[in-house]
């Protein structure tokens, strides 16, 4: 049972989710030969004051 953490900062449409829901869902039964009944993806979003890069925040750019 293919598991699949996505993490993302805050922002995406309830339809941008649910395509990468699907398209994940996808790549990993072509790329395993998984069943898509099998595959479980895991979105974690982030705001941007939890997330930096270089030592500044996404929410300080």
């Known amino acids: 049972m293919p598991i699949v953490n996505v993490k993302l900062l805050e922002g995406r449409s309830d339809d941008q989710l ?4 699907s ?7 072509k790329t395993t030969g998984a ?3 099998a595959v ?3 979105i974690e ?4 004051t939890h997330f ?5 925040r ?3 750019q």
Request: net charge negative; charged share 30%; hydrophobic share 40%.
């Open 23 to 29: 398209e994940v869902t996808q790549a990993v039964e």
């Open 18 to 21: 649910k395509a990468l829901v």
């Open 58 to 60: 996404k929410s300080d």
């Open 52 to 56: 930096g890069v270089a030592g500044v």
């Open 35 to 37: 069943n898509k009944e």
């Open 40 to 42: 479980q993806v895991i």
């Open 45 to 48: 979003e982030m705001k941007p």
